[in-house]
């Protein structure tokens, strides 16, 4: 009972309980046992090459599970594997080519890759951007959008199928704390209007991608695919150096490694009690509520329509995500 109330207070007071204090401060309590090893599991990483994404995937690679790392450039994505590949325990280590903001490879990637593998067991939609002007992706969608919600949302899809075969599975969706200062803009989704705030237009796109987990775990109900969504807290990134520099000089003394950020991420996807619920958002291994300002939530209608949207923009409008579960 001490412990939950002091994490409860740690969360709220944001600033200890988002930094490297606040992962030392839970992690001192936690069970290693809790994390359970991976022989013989798929694990893909989108934006595995650096920070969060790279160190999900060498924390997948210990627990000995085969890991593909999805990078957009290729001699980023052999250097990261051959670093992933020094601390993997059994479990091969592969790159494949994809650029979340750009739908024709989404497509091109998915279906490569369904063709490779027999099995995906996790799926984990990290990849992201955050851009200081609007820009449009070759599809013609506001990038930081296309990146982060339309194109996992595309990748997602196409992978569900093979997530079916391999169920029990599971798709973890990284968020951001951010996304806590901001409200699902329905009308706005692509920041047309307005000037242009790439942090807020990131925080917003954060948002969203908690929605569609929620969005996702209801219509993957009863096949055996969980889908939960995390935020790091203040981590250590390359992201966040060159993205946000006033921020990151402001709190590097206080940012979390990437490991200790990743940390969540490696647990969704191994740890048992992971998989006993779905559709929930975490931080340091706790589900956390969604909201906690006021006026920033959605209603019903809102969430059905970002989810019509991103089928409208990603051309897959019409078609249901649908899995055959099988024992792992």
Same mark, same amino acid.
């Given at each position: 009972?001490?412990?939950?109330?002091?994490?409860?207070?740690?969360?709220?007071? =944001?600033?200890?309980?988002?930094?490297?204090?606040?992962?030392?401060?839970?992690?001192?309590?936690?069970?290693?046992?809790?994390?359970?090893?991976?022989?013989?599991?798929?694990?893909? =990483?989108?934006? +595995?090459?650096?920070?969060?994404?790279?160190?999900?995937?060498?924390?997948?690679?210990?627990?000995?599970?085969?890991?593909?790392?999805?990078?957009?450039?290729?001699?980023?994505?052999?250097?990261?594997?051959?670093?992933?590949?020094?601390?993997?325990?059994?479990?091969?280590?592969?790159?494949?080519?994809?650029?979340?903001? /750009?739908?024709?490879? =989404?497509?091109?990637?998915?279906?490569?890759?369904?063709?490779?593998?027999?099995?995906?067991?996790?799926?984990?939609?990290?990849?992201?951007? $955050?851009?200081?002007?609007?820009?449009?992706?070759?599809?013609?969608?506001?990038?930081?959008?296309?990146?982060?919600?339309?194109?996992?949302?595309?990748?997602?899809?196409?992978?569900?199928?093979?997530?079916?075969?391999?169920?029990?599975?599971?798709?973890?969706?990284?968020?951001?704390?951010?996304?806590?200062?901001?409200?699902?803009?329905?009308?706005?989704?692509?920041?047309?209007?307005? /000037?242009?705030?790439?942090? +807020?237009?990131?925080?917003?796109?954060?948002?969203?991608?908690?929605?569609?987990?929620?969005?996702?775990?209801?219509?993957?109900?009863?096949?055996?695919?969980?889908?939960?969504?995390?935020?790091?807290?203040?981590?250590?990134?390359?992201?966040?150096?060159?993205?946000?520099?006033?921020?990151?000089?402001?709190?590097?003394?206080?940012?979390?490694?990437?490991?200790?950020? +990743?940390?969540?991420?490696?647990?969704?996807?191994?740890?048992?009690?992971?998989?006993?619920?779905?559709?929930?958002?975490?931080?340091?291994?706790?589900?956390?509520?969604?909201?906690? $300002?006021?006026?920033?939530?959605?209603?019903?209608?809102?969430?059905?329509?970002?989810?019509?949207?991103?089928?409208?923009?990603?051309?897959?409008?019409?078609?249901?995500?649908?899995?055959?579960?099988?024992?792992?």
């Amino acid at each position: 009972m001490v412990r939950s109330l002091l994490d409860t207070v740690l969360y709220r007071t =944001v600033v200890v309980g988002y930094t490297s204090l606040g992962y030392r401060l839970r992690s001192s309590g936690w069970n290693p046992q809790e994390v359970q090893p991976m022989d013989g599991k798929v694990v893909l =990483v989108t934006g +595995a090459t650096s920070g969060l994404g790279l160190a999900a995937a060498e924390g997948f690679a210990r627990l000995s599970a085969s890991v593909w790392l999805i990078a957009r450039d290729q001699q980023r994505g052999e250097r990261a594997r051959a670093q992933v590949a020094r601390n993997a325990r059994g479990g091969e280590v592969q790159v494949g080519h994809c650029d979340l903001g /750009d739908l024709a490879s =989404v497509r091109k990637f998915a279906e490569g890759f369904c063709g490779q593998t027999a099995r995906l067991d996790v799926l984990v939609n990290n990849a992201g951007a $955050l851009v200081n002007q609007r820009k449009r992706s070759a599809d013609g969608i506001e990038l930081t959008f296309a990146t982060n919600v339309v194109g996992p949302f595309l990748l997602t899809k196409l992978l569900v199928p093979e997530l079916g075969r391999s169920a029990p599975s599971r798709i973890i969706n990284v968020s951001s704390g951010g996304m806590y200062a901001q409200k699902l803009r329905v009308d706005d989704l692509q920041s047309e209007h307005g /000037d242009f705030d790439g942090a +807020a237009v990131y925080a917003r796109t954060k948002r969203a991608g908690v929605v569609l987990t929620e969005l996702w775990a209801k219509r993957l109900h009863g096949q055996s695919i969980v889908v939960h969504s995390m935020h790091p807290g203040w981590a250590d990134t390359p992201g966040v150096k060159s993205s946000l520099p006033r921020f990151y000089k402001l709190t590097k003394p206080l940012l979390r490694s990437p490991a200790q950020g +990743a940390d969540t991420i490696v647990w969704l996807g191994a740890a048992p009690q992971a998989a006993q619920s779905s559709g929930e958002f975490w931080h340091d291994r706790r589900a956390r509520p969604t909201h906690l $300002l006021p006026g920033t939530r959605e209603s019903a209608e809102d969430r059905q329509r970002l989810w019509d949207e991103c089928e409208r923009l990603s051309g897959d409008h019409g078609n249901q995500p649908s899995g055959q579960s099988r024992s792992a």
